[in-house]
């Protein structure tokens, strides 16, 4: 892949034509890594479209894909261990999360002995493995991928705005502030 500018140029097209793709730039703080820390994460729907409910006097109703969703958010810790969601909402057309990422210690799954008996990370796949990068953007991906799987199986029309939102929580007032704004998110919804 070459950077010409503002463009991307891709020559991994499988029809051998070169297309010209607008760079995309990051909107990740650059002075953090995103593998520890607490984070205020806003998640929407594509068009924001009320796939996960609707809300009635105050109250979330959840559709079927907003039930799964709650499921994957409350089990999380099942496929990321060194993460935790202690607070989150889901509103009709997006989620609110806080996300709290705690890197674990190195196990035997994450190693494996060379011939010359040094030690390389990641098993067969090297530091390439996707599931050796602890970070919030490995997380939200396995969350959105599940929930579209899941509507996909179930032949239920859903689709994630693409990326996400995140705000980097940088003290315990912040943290109060942002968990009594999730928590009172559903009483303040009115419909446009």
Known sequence: ?????????????????????????????????????????????????????????????????????????????????????????????HIHLIVAIHPRSRDAIHRVREPDNRVQAGGITGNKNPMLNESLATVMRGLKARVTQFARQNNIPFKWQPRYHDRIIRNRNEKIRITKYIEQNPTKWKLL
């Open 1 to 93: 892949m070459k950077t010409r500018k503002d463009r991307t140029f891709c020559n991994e097209n499988p029809s051998g034509y070169r297309r010209l793709l607008p760079a995309r730039e990051t909107i990740r703080a650059q002075w953090h890594d995103y593998r520890e820390s607490d984070y205020f994460v806003t998640v929407c729907t594509q068009n924001r479209v009320h796939y996960f409910g609707e809300v009635y006097n105050g109250q979330m109703e959840l559709t079927a894909v907003g039930e799964y969703l709650t499921a994957e958010i409350e089990n999380v810790s099942d496929h990321y261990p060194y993460v935790e969601i202690p607070v989150y909402v889901i509103m009709p057309d």
